[in-house]
């Protein structure tokens, strides 16, 4: 699905949303990781065709992660709202009154709980994926 921002055309789904938000930080689209879909339900059928299905998540679910390092993480509300209704082809278009808020909060944990736990060490990963040069 396309939108127009400012008169530019740009494409309205999670990815392109996380591509936007990052970058400012001079980041590109090879920065993003794959979407989490943390409170939607997608997958493929044995055809290999994507589905969705309606969001079980309700008001007060929550998922907590700990950073063991630095991280930059964007976070989106898909603009397809929860899947409960057509979105695409003529029963589509924008479907605010199935879209949910999220909200993010960051806390940093009391040093008691850190205790004895050291973060990872920095990969010493070089480039080339194994790959010898000419």
């Not at 001079?26 to 920065?31: M, Y």
């Not at 992660?65 to 029963?91: I, K, N, Q, R, T």
């Not at 278009?93 to 850190?114: V, Y």
């Amino acid at each position: 699905m396309h939108k127009l921002l400012n008169g530019e055309e740009f494409d309205l789904c999670c990815h392109s949303n996380l591509v936007r938000a990052v970058a400012p930080y001079r980041l590109t689209e090879l920065d993003v990781h794959d979407v989490l879909n943390v409170f939607q339900v997608t997958g493929l059928t044995a055809e290999g065709r994507y589905f969705t299905k309606p969001s079980p998540a309700k008001v007060g679910d929550f998922i907590e992660f700990f950073a063991e390092l630095d991280v930059l993480a964007a976070l989106s509300v898909c603009p397809h709202g929860d899947m409960s209704a057509p979105v695409w082809g003529s029963e589509g278009g924008d479907r605010l009154d199935i879209c949910r808020p999220l909200a993010i909060e960051i806390w940093q944990p009391a040093p008691e709980l850190l205790r004895g736990w050291t973060s990872p060490a920095a990969s010493d990963y070089r480039g080339g994926h194994g790959l010898q040069g000419p």
